[in-house]
């Protein structure tokens, strides 16, 4: 072998183990843990003080950052879930399991939680069979945090997390947190029952076009399962040609910072001396906070994207709902439907939507020039 095939092969060789080097990184002993699920059950129903969600027994772990802990529980005897809850003694009644890591696959007593040299978060049971991990072994890891917000992550001698809970949902969002249509989250799913920590038959899901609530049947004749949709962000709607379509016009910013909305289109932009030609500069006037300073002008037949979602206000009188916006220094305007009195306080305008039903009315505040 030549010299310089010698000195290549050196080079390569060193560059294969510094990269296999950088890919094994372990974990400093004193960011490793090993929790046993053993010892005195704690009460989760002292009606006193506060009560943990579902009443269970539980034993906390160590591992706590204000108001998160995480712990040990069950609602039935020897089948634990491992869970984070939210929540102070002297803040809240019910302190609420906020992510759990093994439902529907339950450990038992002296059941390990671990988190070895290789960076793999592990759950298992007291004989070592792995009920649930993170897959992180060999991947950069370097210590396990649990943040202000709730969020569980392991992160690399970066500061970048290799995981986090956020990713892995169970049927709460906290604040910060998200579903995303494109690599998910894309879904929470209930809770059966409060003794039994199974998946529930409703899931919210959030799809390319719309956000839906669905409802499983356990088992059909066939021994599948099927799904019935319970309820949708945005409906579907048949134009004049037969065609069937997402409603965009719930969307809140469809059009823009105040536009109206017809078939999923942006068709107007209101103004007091009636609708015009909507354009992306569509927007309001701040009214501002004097009553003498601004006046109201109105809109037949257009709806705020919250109606759909909320029961109003009422029954009550116009002139009610409109004293209840005039004196609130935030409300941009208010919405009324004649036929059922019913009131609607709007603290932003976006996106209207037009429809053919002529008792509904937007009243919309607006500086006296």
């Not at 030549?2 to 002993?29: E, H, K, R």
């Not at 009606?47 to 969600?53: D, G, I, P």
């Not at 038992?108 to 759950?123: K, M």
């Not at 947190?177 to 199974?198: A, C, D, H, I």
Request: aromatic share 14%; glycine share 8%.
């Amino acid at each position: 072998m030549t010299a310089y095939s010698s000195l290549v092969s050196f080079i390569f060789i060193s560059f294969l183990f510094s990269s296999f080097s950088i890919s094994i990184a372990i974990v400093p002993a004193n960011e490793t843990f090993h929790y046993v699920n053993e010892g005195e059950l704690r009460l989760g129903s002292d009606y006193l003080t506060f009560v943990s969600e579902y009443a269970p027994t539980y034993r906390p772990l160590p591992a706590f950052t204000f108001p998160f802990q995480l712990c040990f529980y069950n609602t039935t005897p020897n089948a634990y879930t491992l869970a984070l809850r939210m929540g102070a003694v002297r803040t809240q009644t019910v302190l609420p399991w906020v992510w759990e890591a093994n439902r529907g696959k339950p450990v038992r007593e002296n059941a390990t939680f671990s988190l070895g040299s290789d960076g793999n978060l592990i759950l298992a049971e007291a004989n070592g069979q792995i009920v649930w991990q993170t897959n992180t072994a060999n991947k950069g890891v370097v210590g396990f945090a649990i943040l202000s917000d709730g969020n569980m992550v392991l992160r690399d001698s970066k500061g970048n997390f290799v995981w986090q809970s956020f990713d892995s949902p169970t049927d709460t969002l906290l604040i910060g947190q998200s579903l995303r249509v494109k690599g998910g989250p894309y879904k929470l799913v209930s809770r059966e029952s409060e003794t039994n920590n199974v998946d529930g038959v409703y899931s919210f899901v959030i799809e390319p076009k719309r956000l839906a609530l669905l409802y499983t049947y356990r088992a059909n004749v066939r021994g599948g399962a099927t799904w019935s949709l319970l309820n949708t962000l945005f409906d579907k709607r048949e134009n004049d040609n037969g065609m069937i379509f997402e409603d965009e016009c719930q969307l809140p910013n469809r059009c823009g910072k105040f536009g109206l909305c017809e078939d999923s289109q942006c068709v107007g932009c209101p103004t007091p001396n009636g609708v015009f030609a909507w354009s992306k500069d569509c927007d309001t006037k701040p009214p501002g906070c004097n009553a003498s300073g601004f006046k109201y002008y109105e809109l037949k037949g257009v709806n705020h994207f919250t109606i759909k979602y909320t029961g109003g206000n009422g029954p009550m009188k116009r002139s009610d709902c409109e004293s209840k916006c005039t004196k609130d220094c935030k409300c941009m305007g208010y919405f009324y439907h004649t036929d059922r009195s019913r009131c609607w306080i709007a603290y932003e305008l976006k996106t209207l939507s037009r429809v053919a039903n002529s008792t509904h009315y937007a009243y919309i505040k607006t500086p006296i020039s």
